[in-house]
Nanobody, 122 residues
Framework: QVQLVESGGDSVQSGGSLRLSCRAS????????MGWFRQAPGKEREPVAV???????NYEDSVEGRFTLSRDNAKNTLHLQMNNLKPEDTAMYYC????????????????WGQGTQVTVSS
């Protein structure tokens, strides 16, 4: 089973940018769908963006146009470029991978990373 390790979380001011990375210990080609989720204090975990093995992406409405998800299968890495960050983006961000042949914000994900903290101040 692949292991996922996130990095890139930090504290930034509103309007700033961050690039999160997720490095997989195994072959990401085994996982049809990969994505990022986030969980703010006191709230449920929510999907942020997903990407299929062929590069198809889908974004949660609040990040559409601000976040860009990319996947490098050769390097077994996933990147989330986050621009124009807002205080409401503050959360722990988790990378996830799913084996099933579907990819959507509501798909099942089988492997999860430990998370990286993003804090956006106003």
């Amino acid at each position: 089973q692949v292991q996922l390790v996130e990095s890139g979380g930090d504290s930034v001011q509103s309007g700033g940018s961050l690039r999160l990375s997720c490095r997989a210990s195994g072959n990401t080609n085994d996982y049809f769908c990969m994505g990022w989720f986030r969980q703010a204090p006191g709230k449920e975990r929510e999907p942020v963006a997903v990407i299929a093995r062929n590069g198809w992406t889908n974004y949660e409405d609040s990040v559409e146009g601000r976040f860009t998800l990319s996947r490098d299968n050769a390097k077994n890495t996933l990147h989330l470029q986050m621009n124009n960050l807002k205080p409401e983006d503050t959360a722990m961000y988790y990378c996830a991978a799913g084996i099933s042949g579907t990819c959507s914000l509501t798909a099942r994900f089988d492997v999860w990373g430990q998370g990286t903290q993003v804090t956006v101040s106003s």
